[in-house]
C-alpha cells in the first residue's frame, strides 16, 4: 500500500468512526448494537496491540491472555447462599437485584476475542468491588475504571465522550453527576491493582472489603 | 406554543446541537468559528438560566453580573515589571512566552453577553492560577475547572466531550492525559473558591501563591 492509500484509508476510518459515534449518541441508552458498531469501528489495531501491552506488563493479565482463562458457569443460587459479606454474596445479589444473569462465555478464538469475553464477564463483578451502581453515573464511573485499567481503550474513551455529550445536551443534572463519577473511576482505576485476568471463581468465599482494601478499591475517606 | 410544536422544536434544537458537536471535532483545535458555533448551539435558556443562579449563590459573582464588571485594559508590560512573585508578573509573563494579548472587553448589552465576556477576559488568567499551561492537557483541565465553577454550561461539558473523543480516536496517548487533566481540573474546580467575578485588576501585586492558598487553588500534595 503506498502513503496516499494509506492516509485515505486512515481517513476513512475516522469518518465512520465519528458516523458511529453519533449513532450512539442518538440511540437510547443500553442499545447493544450500537455499542458493538462503535467498538468494532474504533478498536483499531494499534488500540488493541497497546491495551495487550499494557495489560501484559502484569503478570496475572499475561498468564490470563496467554492461557485465555475464563470464569466458566456460574450458580447464582449457591453465591447467594454464602455469608453476606463475601464477594460471591454481593456479586449475586448485585445481579438478582437488577435482574440481570452472568455473562456466558463467548467461543474465543484469538486474543481480541478473549479480551471482550473476559471484560463481559467481569462487567458486573467490577460493579460489585468498585461500588458502582446501574444508574448513568455508576455506569461511568465504571467506565473511566475501565478505561483508566486499560489505559489505551479508544473504546473507553469514546464511550465516556459520548455519555458527557448525551448528558450536557439532554440532562444538565446527570452531566454534572457524571462529571463527578468519570474524574473518581478514573481516578480509582489508575490507583488500584491491576484487576484484568483475575480468577474470580476462586475468590467468591472472601470478604469483600477485604478485597478492596488489599487492591486499593477503598474511598479516600476510608482508606486514608 | 403547542406541546407538539415544543417538542419537534426541541428535537429540532438537539439536532443541531449534535450537528455543530460533529464540526468542531472536525475542526482543527483552536477553530473560533466551530468553538462560537458551538456555544450559539448549545447555550439554550435553561442553560443560561441554571448557570446564572448557580453562580448567583455567591455575592462576589452576583455583585459582578449585576454592575456587568470587566477588567478593562490591561498594561503588559508595566505588570511584567512587578515582582516575580506577583500574580501580575506570573500572567503577563504567561501572555509574553505564548505570545497572547489580554482580550479586549466586548460590548455588554445583556446578562449573557457579560458572562461570556467576563470569561473570555479571564481565561488566561484562570490559566495561571490553577496553574494550566496552554498544551491540550492543559486546556481540558482549564475547560473541566470551568465547567465545575459553572456547573450547568452545557457548552464547557461538550468541550470536554469533544476533547476526549478527539483524543480517542486520533491521538491514543493524549486521550490519557485528558483524562488525568480532566479528572484534575473538574476536582481543583469543586474544591476551590469560586472565582467567577474577581477583580482581578485589585490583585496583581499579591505574590501568586498566597491567592492560590486562600482559593484552595494548591495541588494536594502541597495543600496537604
Not at 30 to 55: M, P
Request: hydrophobic share 45%; no cysteine.
Amino acid at each position: 500500500m503506498n502513503a496516499k492509500d494509506s492516509i485515505s484509508q486512515h481517513s476513512q476510518w475516522k469518518t465512520l468512526a465519528f458516523e458511529r459515534f453519533m449513532q450512539i449518541v442518538k440511540a437510547p441508552y443500553g442499545d447493544f448494537q450500537a455499542i458493538w458498531n462503535l467498538a468494532s469501528a474504533l478498536n483499531d489495531e494499534e488500540g488493541f496491540r497497546r491495551t495487550v501491552e499494557f495489560l501484559s506488563l502484569h503478570p496475572l493479565a499475561r498468564a490470563a491472555i496467554q492461557n485465555r482463562l475464563l470464569l466458566g458457569a456460574i450458580d447464582l443460587q449457591q453465591l447467594h447462599s454464602l455469608p453476606s459479606e463475601t464477594l460471591g454474596h454481593a456479586y449475586s445479589d448485585h445481579l438478582l437485584r437488577n435482574s440481570l444473569n452472568p455473562i456466558q462465555s463467548q467461543t474465543v478464538e484469538n486474543d481480541y476475542d478473549y479480551l471482550i469475553a473476559h471484560l463481559a464477564e467481569v462487567h458486573d463483578i467490577w460493579h460489585v468491588v468498585i461500588n458502582a451502581d446501574t444508574s448513568m453515573a455508576g455506569e461511568t464511573k465504571l467506565q473511566a475504571f475501565v478505561a483508566a485499567q486499560l489505559r489505551a481503550s479508544r473504546f473507553s474513551f469514546a464511550m465516556l465522550a459520548k455519555n458527557l455529550l448525551k448528558a450536557a445536551v439532554e440532562d444538565l443534572d446527570l452531566a454534572e453527576q457524571l462529571m463527578d463519577a468519570l474524574a473518581e473511576g478514573w481516578r480509582m482505576g489508575k490507583q488500584a491493582y491491576p484487576l484484568f485476568g483475575m480468577q474470580w471463581n476462586t475468590l467468591w468465599d472472601i470478604p469483600l472489603i477485604k478485597l478492596q482494601a488489599k487492591w486499593n478499591l477503598l474511598p479516600d475517606t476510608i482508606a486514608g
